[in-house]
């Protein structure tokens, strides 16, 4: 176990220095100046050299890497250039918006994708599984842009259920920031669902054809027994992997949906620095979100001994 976590470690500390390399490469490797965006028109060349130097834009990009990641291993993703505060206080402020909306749209696209996958392995060839699979391959055809736009037609402007965009005001109440966000968290999980639909289908389909799973029906098992106890038991593994994969891709890549509902959340920040060339807060960004999918990858792993306990470290 031990050994194991430190070479887990170890492959985390890979990975992020090599994100951390891409991320800083590829931020400067995009056209436009930051300080000639700041200033605006009418700054003066000399304008631009000064504020260059404040902000160490006029070093080499190495030393600027270097001077970069000395202060991310303090724990400090730099300071905004157009914001004016620290990158990691800037992702806070935006960071419960995503994170509740990431934690919705999970929950649903798991309470669809599972059960449908099920049934649809269950009555494999039958109406069920062709409705279910064709709900699948639809959910992976439409972009997540016009499903918001349609659930924001129906149920914001035509039926006024819920907000059309926004977060709620500043001093609103939990209940009704979650009540903003059941739009959006619909979006996402409804077309995530698909993915999940599709891994849990395929995955009941191998063990239930697995021997044990026949033998317990010859048991005379209840059907119901035999799917849950013995067949989605076991086929938990890659329906956990996939799970966990999507939560790292809402938490990433929740920054269509956001927009199209005018959310505060990190992808919203995330754009607007991009339209910026606001080199600190998208490097600190990037890199909190690679994180994030490299420790939900290792949580997985953990998962995996829960709901297996054949799987060995």
């Known amino acids: 176990m031990r050994r194991h976590f430190l070479s887990r470690l170890l492959g985390l500390l890979a990975v992020m220095s090599i994100v951390a390399v891409f991320v800083f490469v590829l931020t400067r490797a995009a056209p436009g100046d930051p300080v000639a965006v700041l200033l605006g028109d009418q700054a003066t060349a000399e304008d631009i050299a000064r504020v260059r130097v404040q902000y160490g834009l006029d070093k080499p990009l190495p030393v600027q890497f270097v001077y970069w990641l000395r202060e991310v291993l303090q724990g400090n993703l730099g300071q905004s250039i157009f914001l004016q505060r620290p990158v990691t206080q800037a992702l806070m402020e935006r960071a419960e918006p995503t994170a509740l909306l990431a934690l919705m749209a999970v929950l649903i ?9 099920v049934v649809s392995a269950v009555y494999r060839g039958r109406l069920a599984d062709h409705v279910f699979t064709g709900i699948a391959m639809l959910g992976a055809s439409i972009p997540s842009f016009w499903m918001g736009l349609v659930l924001m037609q129906v149920f914001a402007v035509g039926l006024g259920w819920f907000p059309v965009s ?4 500043p001093d609103a109440g939990l209940a009704e920031r979650l009540h903003a966000l059941v739009l959006p968290a619909c979006v996402l999980g409804l077309l995530n669902s698909a993915l999940v639909i599709r891994f849990t289908r395929a995955a009941m389909l191998e063990v239930l054809e697995e021997d044990y799973v026949r033998t317990a029906r010859s048991k005379g098992l209840p059907e119901r027994s035999v799917v849950l106890k013995h067949a989605l038991r076991n086929a938990l593994v890659p329906i956990v992997t996939v799970i966990g994969l999507t939560v790292a891709l809402m938490i990433g890549g929740a920054v269509v949906t956001e927009t199209v509902f005018g959310l505060p959340g990190v992808g919203s920040l995330v754009v607007n620095a991009v339209l910026r060339r606001d080199y600190p807060v998208i490097q600190g960004a990037l890199l909190v979100v690679a994180a994030i999918y490299v420790l939900i990858n290792l949580l997985v792993d953990l998962l995996y001994l829960l ?3 054949r799987v060995k470290l």
């Open 166 to 169: 926004g977060y709620g005001a």
């Open 109 to 117: 696209a798991t309470a669809i994708g599972v059960p449908c996958g």
């Open 307 to 309: 709901v297996d306990p």
